[in-house]
T-cell receptor
């Protein structure tokens, strides 16, 4: 069975601080995909990144960076120099191809950036 | 503009009534999905459809029904058999490559009075 754990239910930091959101996943499949989505107060999920299990290269996109480590089954997300607009709920998700593209979501981490 | 629309944004229903949530996409995506989100929890898959006139149950399909008569549309009916229907419902779509990213609509918040 597949499972995603986001142990941090809520995080609160002051603007300009760096913050890391943790994601640990479980799967027995060797081919899988990992995602991060952002859910702002409006409710819509916004796609941030997709990673496949064969690509452990870290990725940076502006203030966002992702650290994928298969050895620890983790796919952590770091926001550098956080801003108030980063306040949202962030979801990590796992996809295993078993006849259909089913996403398994973590419980989400509510991030609050205080001015 | 291409995207996914869901209507209505807020929906109230009395116990015992069926209600249908709309999901339309103009992205020419093959696959569509319905998820349910409860407070403090992640999303759970209700139903999904990979092609027109075909759909499969997800993890929590009991009390729900869907149809896929057109590529652009994937309505979800919450029936009176759903014991706890109050939740936030999100529709998503993808191109159905192997794999492809799912893109989400704005959601419908359903409240049972």
């Amino acid at each position: 069975a597949q499972k995603v754990t986001q142990a941090q239910t809520e995080i609160s930091v002051v603007e300009k601080e760096d913050v890391t959101l943790d994601c640990v996943y479980e799967t027995r499949d060797t081919t899988y995909y990992l995602f991060w989505y952002k859910q702002p107060p409006s409710g819509e999920l916004v796609f941030l990144i997709r990673r496949n299990s064969f690509d452990e290269q870290n990725e940076i996109s502006g203030r966002y960076s992702w650290n994928f480590q298969k050895s620890t089954s983790s796919f952590n997300f770091t926001i550098t120099a956080s801003q108030v607009v980063d306040s949202a709920v962030y979801f990590c998700a796992l996809m295993v191809i078993q006849g259909a593209q089913k996403l398994v979501f973590g419980q989400g981490t509510r991030l609050t950036i205080n001015p | 503009d291409g995207g996914i629309t869901q209507s209505p944004k807020y929906l109230f229903r009395k116990e015992g009534q069926n209600v249908t949530l709309s999901c339309e996409q103009n992205l020419n995506h093959d696959a569509m999905y319905w998820y349910r989100q409860d407070p403090g929890q992640g999303l759970r898959l209700i139903y999904y459809s990979q092609i027109v006139n075909d759909f499969q149950k997800g993890d929590i399909a009991e009390g729900y029904s869907v149809s896929r008569e057109k590529k652009e549309s994937f309505p979800l009916t919450v029936t009176s058999a759903q014991k706890n229907p109050t939740a936030f419902y999100l529709c998503a779509s993808s191109i159905q490559l192997d794999p492809d990213t799912q893109y989400f609509g704005p959601g419908t918040r359903l409240t049972v009075l």
